[in-house]
């Protein structure tokens, strides 16, 4: 089975992501995907956070949701939705859920994940300072879904850095982790690949990581180098910048196989 991480550049210009998002999933299609994972933040990467609450959506209702159904449905593969912002108990100052919906080939909604854990932190040597609590609500919810490439645990960007969520998905099933981010030009030439390899490799699981790339109106710098790596931790495609359609064959066996022949999560003392 074929899959796509898809990287963009995405900007405060929400009709321009989607027609951007539109030919890249047209292109992922085009080369026999039947799986793409969208970036985070795709439809909106606004000059200031709390701009993302003027496009807030209700679950199952609204543009960016009716736009991820209907290209689902267009070009007859399932589709990872990055994240978008969607009403939380936190919009009475301006506070979104940062959510990725997946929609399956016929565009009916599968699944909706709420980003958990918020990128709060200092980069003091950077002279850089982050506060996505400032206009964002975190979410609770361990969320996981069957799909035609295996059962994916769904999760978004600073996730990333929290194993004992990989771990609950792992437990619930899941054979393929999508991670859909925007991570920074600093964070992701530190850590980006060794995380993603991590994860792969201590999961035995796959992993497609689209991202953001290059300067987006904020002025934030975003890392791009989105993959996709086997459960062994081997990078099977990647593409360092421009939006574009990073793609590879995935084995939807492969890790139910490694995970009998190398049984490294049956062996786990500690739970």
Not at 70 to 94: F, I, K, R, T
Not at 108 to 123: E, Q
Not at 134 to 148: H, I
Request: proline share 7%.
């Amino acid at each position: 089975m074929r899959v796509a991480a898809i990287q963009m550049n995405s900007g405060p210009d929400v009709a321009a992501n989607l027609a951007l998002a539109e030919r890249l999933i047209g292109e992922a299609a085009a080369d026999g995907c039947s799986l793409a994972v969208l970036p985070e933040n795709f439809a909106l990467m606004p000059e200031r956070g709390k701009d993302k609450a003027g496009h807030a959506e209700e679950p199952g209702a609204g543009p960016i949701q009716a736009f991820l159904a209907a290209a689902a449905s267009q070009y007859g593969l399932w589709l990872v939705g990055g994240s978008m912002p969607l009403v939380s108990p936190g919009m009475a100052d301006e506070r979104v859920y940062g959510a990725c919906p997946v929609y399956d080939a016929e565009g009916t909604a599968r699944a909706l994940y709420r980003k958990i854990h918020l990128f709060d932190v200092d980069l003091v040597d950077k002279q850089e300072s982050y506060r996505e609590s400032n206009s964002m609500y975190p979410g609770d919810e361990v969320v996981a879904v069957d799909t035609p490439a295996g059962r994916i645990g769904l999760t978004i960007c600073y996730d990333l850095r929290f194993p004992e969520l990989f771990r609950q998905l792992v437990d619930a099933g899941s054979t393929i982790f999508t991670v859909p981010a925007a991570f920074t030009q600093t964070t992701g030439e530190a850590h980006w690949h060794t995380l993603l390899r991590a994860r792969a490799i201590e999961n035995l699981a796959y992993v497609i990581a689209p991202g953001q790339y290059g300067l987006h109106p904020d002025n934030r710098s975003t890392f791009g180098h989105s993959l996709i790596c086997d459960p062994w931790g081997r990078i099977l495609a990647e593409q360092a910048k421009g939006n574009c359609v990073v793609a590879a064959d995935v084995d939807p066996g492969l890790p139910t196989r490694l995970r009998s022949e190398f049984p490294a999560l049956a062996n786990r003392r500690l739970t």
